[in-house]
């Protein structure tokens, strides 16, 4: 029996390689890594895990050197996880927005293996002066001079963690994606799995980890990825850290033609940072308000929950769809866009559009004198 299709994955850059999950093909609560969607800022380096060290160094009583095995023999987590690109749904911005134009497919849930960032910082004795962890991937190169805030000359992908993310049971540095080794594209053969955090603090490639007694002001901590925060009168910037509340509705997909009369699934996927979905409610305009959804899976931390809502349309016509979710801190996902993220953190509220038609007649009714 023939087999079915796989989805195309949406190619968004070519070099160097940026590709987004066709969100509407969602099925399963993890995502495969041939699915997975993949963020690149400089070509992915091709490393060789036989010559591969990680060194780790700066405020610490012991700098160390470790190969890929020495890693593996150490006490092994694992930590099913959703990543989100802090840019995913940047397509969404009135007016437009500067950056690779994701829809909202630069999003997945993996179950990630590997070690504890702590154990391996313990190993090297932190010292008490430390204020961050910061990692450094393989990957380097010039950001484009054409971009408002070019980098430099040459640099490394960097980025921080504070000392207590660091430290925490949802942060690791993980060589297996899915109980399979990584691939080149998600970070062969160390990267960052930092929970609830958005995709830029999971740096890939780790070589260097450098814990820092005063923050750090790199590329891609000062310059890139950060948004704005009002709390203290004048606008300041900061670096963006946690995934904010958000739901997606995966199908029906923009435009759709449903049949009135017929039971639809309203089906999508939703997380947050820190804490977890509790609550996830669909509106379909047709004037009854916000109805809950059904939260489908056991609640994991970190992880996204999907879910679903039965809806059957009574009368023909144009409707907007829409979720929206609620997590365990009280948060709730806003209605529209906000002014103060730059280009990142789109979160709001996207509706989906659907035409309900009539159903079909019968051979009976066609025929019918």
């Known amino acids: 029996m023939p087999t079915a299709q796989q989805p195309s994955l949406i190619v968004r850059q070519k070099s160097p390689e940026n590709i987004e999950f066709p969100f509407a093909?969602?099925?399963d609560w993890l995502i495969p890594a041939e699915l997975f969607f993949v963020r690149n800022h400089f070509p992915s380096p091709d490393l060789d895990a036989r010559d591969w060290r990680l060194r780790i160094d700066g405020a610490v009583e012991r700098p160390?050197?470790?190969?890929?095995?020495?890693?593996?023999a150490m006490r092994r987590t694992s930590l099913t996880a959703v990543v989100e690109c802090a840019g995913n749904g940047r397509v969404y911005y009135e007016p437009p927005r500067e950056g690779l134009q994701w829809q909202n497919g630069a999003v997945g849930n993996a179950a990630w293996t590997g070690v504890l960032l702590r154990e391996i910082l313990e190993m090297a004795g932190v010292r008490q002066t430390a204020c961050e962890v910061l990692l450094t991937g393989a990957d380097s190169?010039?950001?484009?001079?054409?971009?408002?805030t070019a980098s430099p000359?040459?640099?490394?992908?960097?980025?921080?963690?504070?000392?207590?993310?660091?430290?925490?049971?949802?942060?690791?540095?993980?060589?297996?994606m899915n109980e399979r080794p990584l691939t080149r594209d998600h970070g062969y053969p160390l990267r960052a799995v930092v929970g609830g955090w958005f995709g830029m603090a999971?740096?890939?490639?780790?070589?260097?980890?450098?814990?820092?007694?005063?923050p750090f002001l790199g590329y891609w901590q000062a310059?890139?990825?950060?948004?704005?925060?009002?709390?203290?009168?004048?606008?300041?910037?900061?670096p963006l850290a946690q995934m904010e509340v958000k739901s997606q509705i995966a199908r029906p997909v923009q435009g759709a033609h449903l049949v009135a009369g017929?039971?639809?699934?309203?089906?999508?996927?939703?997380?947050?940072?820190?804490a977890p979905i509790r609550q996830v409610q669909v509106c379909t305009g047709d004037g009854k308000g916000w109805r809950e959804a059904r939260l489908l899976e056991t609640e994991r931390p970190f992880a996204w929950r999907l879910w679903e809502y039965m809806w059957t349309p009574e009368d023909v016509g144009q409707y907007t769809l829409r979720s929206r979710a609620t997590d365990a801190a009280g948060c709730v996902q806003p209605d529209v866009q906000r002014s103060d993220c730059e280009s990142y953190v789109a979160n709001w509220i996207i509706p989906v559009k659907v035409t309900?038609?009539?159903e079909p007649k019968t051979y009976e009714e066609e025929f019918v004198i």
């Open 64 to 72: 160390i050197e470790l190969d890929l095995d020495s890693i593996k």
């Open 262 to 274: 017929q039971p639809h699934r309203i089906f999508g996927a939703a997380w947050s940072g820190e």
């Open 223 to 238: 310059r890139d990825y950060f948004r704005w925060e009002r709390g203290l009168g004048e606008p300041t910037l900061v």
């Open 356 to 358: 309900v038609v009539p």
């Open 202 to 214: 999971w740096v890939k490639w780790i070589t260097h980890i450098t814990v820092v007694e005063r």
């Open 141 to 148: 190169g010039v950001v484009d001079a054409n971009k408002k």
């Open 25 to 27: 093909s969602l099925s």
């Open 153 to 176: 000359g040459p640099i490394a992908f960097a980025r921080s963690l504070p000392l207590e993310k660091a430290m925490a049971d949802s942060t690791i540095l993980a060589y297996s």
